[in-house]
């Protein structure tokens, strides 16, 4: 389109039907203006950052910076069935031996779904309480636009991840209720 050569991919993670596109950031600002006046007739809306935070989170996608890390495993991230299959593969990789080690363990902590009725989001570094006795943090969390309710992911203790445990969050100051779900939050299998 307008003479740039772009990489396209289906990579997003977000769960939706989409595409990414790669180029080199002097021509970012081009392939956009010719991308929303091409699409402007079919009713074509840019959407930003945060819309792509709001898919990924209703998908209960983890995000780096967010639920992964350097210090947290892909299972406790709820990946594991991703360590089973490259540990299936007899190639080496970086973290094979890291990854060996840890499958078939279970984690102290996992990442969990947690909704709630209420109005407020619990937000990155809330803490999570079961019966007064703090069992988790908050890693992402907002109001969900699909399902009309807030919605985050949390690491809990093993022990307070199973789903519909009732569980506390701190917002500001004041405990919120909120219940443990299995994720994912939204799938367009649900309509």
């Known amino acids: 389109m307008s003479g740039i ?4 991919a289906r990579t ?9 596109l790669y180029l080199p950031n002097p021509q970012a600002v081009s392939l956009w203006e010719a991308l929303t006046a091409a699409g402007e007739g079919h009713g074509l809306v840019p959407a930003g950052l945060a819309a ?8 209960g996608m983890p995000l780096y910076g967010n639920e ?6 892909p299972i406790d991230a709820g990946l594991g069935r991703m360590v089973t299959a490259a540990l299936k593969n007899k190639s080496e990789f970086w973290a094979r031996a890291a990854l060996e080690q840890l499958a078939g ?6 990442l969990a779904g947690l909704t709630s009725e209420g109005r407020r ?3 990155a570094g809330s803490a999570v309480s079961v019966d007064g006795k703090e069992v988790g943090t908050v890693t992402s969390g907002q109001p969900s636009p699909t399902l ?17 445990t009732a569980v506390s969050v701190d917002i ?9 779900i299995a994720l994912p939050f939204y799938s367009r299998q649900q309509d």
């Open 121 to 123: 989001a619990a937000r």
């Open 105 to 110: 363990t279970e984690p102290a902590r996992v």
């Open 172 to 180: 500001r100051g004041k405990a919120h209720d909120f219940t443990v």
């Open 148 to 164: 009309g309710h807030p919605i985050a992911l949390a690491y809990l203790d093993s022990v307070a991840a199973e789903p519909g």
């Open 68 to 73: 992964l890390s350097r210090q947290t495993t």
């Open 52 to 59: 792509r935070d709001s898919l990924r989170l209703e998908a």
């Open 12 to 20: 997003g993670y977000t769960g939706e039907d989409g595409f990414e």
């Open 5 to 8: 050569d772009v990489m396209l």
